[in-house]
């Protein structure tokens, strides 16, 4: 995935988390948390509890609306066919061009709504502009549809299933090279429980989440109770019936790589480490330290990791910063960083236009004159995206035949730094280490016997939008430094540590860390106290 997004086949991936603020677990019962579990992945009775969620429905629809000529051609993944109803109509109102399609439809309608969907300047029988903006569908186009220009994927559908995941993602992942976009935006709408921010990370992609069933003895079933069923059509008139008013979501940073590292893997064979936008600052530090990486007799990930890696967000993996150290060790040099934005000045397709334009195509000569001096101006770049000189020019040769080709990807992540103007300037009295021993002894029962003591400190900077962060694979608790304040109780501090602990046993927010994560002493209090009442830690402003 690292070689193809580099070389342009893949679409720029550009990943937006947008948490509604409904907790989810508030809506489903405990006997169906335990199914859900079971399962790993959504029950069709919490489906159906989740696509009736109103306040939910209007983030989705906000977030469009305010993001409409941005996202462009977008795709929604929904729930149910309810949900799919709902969206659509509510999408309709608005002034959307906006259709749905699901299993069950009739096989001539569904592929001319298709059709419209696919064509960007569909008309009608009668010549009118009929295409549409928005499709919305239940699980219909998650393999096998072939719409290469989509600019946008809508996940509202929280899933375990890393393959759905993958399916769903992968329509808008096709790069301009196939006849899709530059860029896609991949819009994951987080329900306090299924976030997903690191899916381009290969290595995060081939591990996996842990997940787990609930003990216990098989219990007889219980006799289903006689229920009176209401008419699906009256529960959406009930729906559509009910509005709110500022929703205040929030909006994190998009998540993207700005360029990469040509690097070796453990069995010599040549890999690309994607670069992310927040990790330059540590890969730059990390280069600093050349002469100390070049003396080392043995290079440790996880130390490298938690040494040069202060923040949050994607983190490299420690076999990605063992690959860049022992290939410094062997050339007494860090390798060199190669930008997505250098790819603006070598890229095939803009050359080929550029040729096309000015220059006429019989002068040959001029232009192999011209690409040799791009190729002796960007050596490094170009042997790694196409191998050598000949390949490069053929490459751009190719583009003046076929000009369906690759422009350059990249992008840049805001920096997430705010100030705590409102806390006491005088550090928390008491060091982190006594407050995580505390923590151990105190959750034993909790945590478990084979739980292993990560390794805990302060951030550099302040950050918003995150208290802390657990970084498992550097087994290190990451604390915001913004909270190193006299200001803040201790107690609060000792949750957080207890909250970024249970990380280690259970990556995701499922219902197993809620529960866990609820026998923490004053819970309530605690977590209402982060979300409410800390009134100096900024949260990102809804847009």
């Known amino acids: 995935m690292s070689k193809l997004i580099a070389d342009g086949t893949l679409a720029t991936p550009i990943n937006l988390k947008r948490e509604t603020n409904v907790e989810i677990e508030t809506y489903i019962d405990k006997d169906e948390l335990k199914k859900v579990l079971a399962k790993g992945d959504l029950t069709e009775q919490a489906v159906n509890k989740i696509a009736k969620i109103n306040e939910r429905n209007e983030v989705i629809i906000k977030e469009y609306l305010d993001n409409k000529e941005k996202y462009g051609k977008t795709i929604i993944f929904a729930l149910n066919i309810t949900h799919c109803d709902v969206l659509t109509d509510m999408f309709v109102k608005k002034g959307v061009k906006c259709d749905r399609i699901y299993s069950g439809m009739d096989d001539s309608v569904k592929d001319a709504i298709i059709e419209r969907f696919r064509h960007n300047n569909h008309k009608d029988k009668d010549g009118n502009d009929d295409h549409i903006d928005v499709l919305i569908n239940v699980n219909i186009l998650s393999e096998g549809s072939d719409i290469p220009d989509i600019h946008t994927v809508f996940l509202t559908r929280p899933t375990n299933s890393d393959v759905l995941l993958m399916q769903m993602i992968g329509r808008g992942m096709r790069g301009e090279q196939c006849g899709g976009t530059k860029e896609v935006y991949i819009v994951d709408f987080c329900d306090k429980w299924a976030s997903f921010t690191r899916w381009l990370n290969p290595s995060f992609l081939l591990e996996g989440e842990e997940g787990g069933t609930p003990g216990g003895t098989t219990k007889e079933p219980k006799k289903k109770s006689k229920v009176e069923e209401i008419p699906v059509s009256s529960i959406i008139d009930a729906m559509r019936a009910i509005s709110y008013g500022d929703l205040g979501f929030k909006v994190h940073a998009a998540v993207l790589p700005v360029g990469w590292y040509n690097v070796y893997d453990k069995n010599d064979m040549p890999e690309k480490v994607l670069v992310f936008a ?49 290939l410094t060790a062997t050339e007494k040099a860090f390798p060199e960083f190669q930008s997505f934005d250098e790819r603006d000045d070598i890229d095939p397709s803009k050359l080929a236009m550029k040729y096309r334009e000015e220059t006429s195509l019989a002068n040959i000569f001029k232009i192999q004159q011209d690409i040799h001096a791009i190729y002796n101006a960007h050596k490094t770049i170009i042997d790694s995206l196409y191998g050598n000189a000949e390949s490069y020019q053929r490459r751009i040769f190719d583009f003046l035949l076929y000009p369906t080709g690759v422009t350059p990807m990249g992008s840049s992540i805001e ?109 309530n209090e605690l977590d209402n106290y982060l979300d409410y009442q800390f009134p100096t830690f900024v949260k990102e402003e809804s847009r």
């Open 415 to 523: 920096e997430a730094e705010t100030e705590f103007g409102l806390l006491s300037a005088e550090p928390f009295a008491e060091p982190l280490e006594i407050l995580l021993d505390e923590v151990l002894a105190e959750q034993k029962d909790n945590l478990g016997d084979d739980f292993k003591r990560p390794t805990i400190g302060w951030t550099k900077k302040a950050y918003k939008t995150y208290f802390a962060q657990y970084v498992y694979l550097g087994d290190n608790i990451k604390m915001n430094c913004g909270l190193n304040s006299a200001s803040v109780p201790r107690e609060v501090l000792k949750y957080l540590i207890y909250h970024e602990c249970l990380h280690q046993l259970i990556h995701s927010h499922g219902p197993k860390f809620r529960e866990l994560e609820r026998r923490f002493p004053n819970f």
């Open 278 to 326: 927040n990790q330059q600052e540590g890969y730059a530090a990390m280069k600093a330290d050349t002469q100390a990486l070049v003396a080392a007799e043995e290079q440790n990930g996880k130390l490298l990791l938690q040494k040069y890696f202060d923040g949050f967000g994607v983190m490299p993996t420690p076999q990605e910063l063992e690959d860049i150290a022992e």
